[in-house]
């Protein structure tokens, strides 16, 4: 298993557009989550999935932005309408729900809104 | 806004000294980790510690959960340059989603 991974790495894109992020977790994982860091900061969550439901979200999470995991394995991240404000690292991390504990982060798709 | 405070924002020193970086709330944890982040990377967990006084040792990194459960540290001996990156900390959370909560991170840069 190579770990999670997130595509595209790094994203530009014009104030307005909409953007697509897909992230594929460890294969045996069931839990999935998305969160944003901005320059200077720690990540903050915005959204998690145990298989394909979705459980949690952020207030960080406006309704530009909607997360699916259709199956239960891999995630998509959609914003709406771009805005420069939006420009951040999407992270996304999987863990397997016994072990509760430990999260593991794929290397994240860089936005930028020009 | 950042529920987890970490200090200091900011670390550089050279190769072969000691530091330690603390993370510091006012409410109890249930757990707290410590992860590192390279630039242009997703964090990697370094350690996990849910017990009051607890003590874990990482080759040269010590990381210590303070008695009331509110605060931690982490203490590298003799840093090297590839110990450079940003130090996270992140508490769980009270739930069965263990949505993690982040402290704004110590960038530490070690110069040879």
């Known amino acids: 298993d190579t770990g999670v991974s997130q595509d595209p790495r790094h994203k530009i894109t014009k104030r307005g557009q909409n953007v697509t992020f897909r992230c594929d977790p460890i294969?045996?994982?069931?839990?999935l989550y998305w969160y944003r860091q901005t320059l200077g900061q720690g990540p903050e969550f915005l959204t998690y999935f145990q298989n394909e439901a979705q459980l949690e979200k952020s207030r960080l999470l406006s309704d530009r932005f909607s997360a699916e995991r259709p199956k239960g394995s891999f995630s998509t991240l959609e914003i709406q309408r771009t805005e420069q404000g939006d420009s951040a690292m999407y992270l996304c991390?999987?863990?397997?729900?016994?072990?509760?504990?430990?999260?593991?982060f794929g290397s994240g798709t860089q936005l930028s809104v020009l | 806004t950042q529920l987890l405070e970490q200090s200091p924002q900011f670390l550089s020193i050279q190769e072969g000294e000691n530091l330690t970086v603390y993370c510091n709330s006012s409410?109890?944890?249930?757990?707290l980790q410590w992860y590192r982040q390279e630039p242009g990377e997703g964090p990697v967990l370094l350690v996990t510690?849910?017990?009051?006084?607890e003590v874990k040792k990482l080759k040269r990194l010590t990381f210590q959960f303070g008695d009331a459960r509110k605060d931690s540290s982490l203490h590298i001996t003799a840093a090297q340059p590839g110990d450079t990156g940003l130090y996270l900390c992140?508490?769980?959370?009270?739930?069965?989603?263990?949505?993690?909560?982040f402290g704004g991170g110590t960038r530490l840069m070690v110069k040879p």
């Open positions: 992140a508490r769980g959370g009270n739930n069965a989603g263990n949505m993690l909560t």
């Open positions: 510690v849910v017990t009051g006084g």
């Open positions: 409410s109890v944890f249930s757990s």
């Open positions: 991390a999987s863990s397997y729900s016994i072990h509760n504990e430990k999260l593991f």
């Open positions: 294969s045996e994982h069931n839990r």
